[in-house]
């Protein structure tokens, strides 16, 4: 069955960095899209990031664009979400997503 196991969060100041990763099983990783999805205290859960099998085609919420950036490596069934210049805003539970299904939520706390 589909697997999806998130790590790399925690707590970073204003203008950190953090990166996430998540590592897929169950599943032929190299030929689906995978997502990054988050959801902050009291709001919908919004896609952050996607990228298509080949890592060809990315796709980036506005919020994050010039910030973020989403990669995989398919040798190693692992999508990455590299995220810079990190705002308050950016607070949330992350989540990875292939074939509808969910990782594990993964908190991400920015603050001073």
């Known amino acids: 069955q589909v697997q999806l196991v998130a790590s790399g969060g925690g707590l970073v100041q204003p203008g950190g960095s953090l990166r996430l990763s998540c590592v897929a099983s169950?599943?032929?990783?190299?030929?689906?899209?995978m997502s990054w999805y988050r959801q902050a205290p009291g709001k919908e859960r919004e896609l952050v990031a996607r990228?298509?099998?080949?890592?060809?085609?990315?796709t980036y919420a506005d919020s994050v664009k010039g910030r973020f950036t989403i990669s995989r490596d398919n040798d190693k069934n692992t999508v990455y979400l590299q995220m810079n210049s990190l705002k308050l805003e950016d607070t949330a539970v992350y989540y990875c997503?292939?074939?509808?299904?969910w990782g594990q939520g993964i908190q991400v706390t920015v603050s001073s």
């Open positions: 997503s292939a074939l509808l299904k």
């Open positions: 169950g599943f032929t990783f190299s030929i689906y899209t």
């Open positions: 990228i298509t099998g080949g890592g060809r085609t990315l």
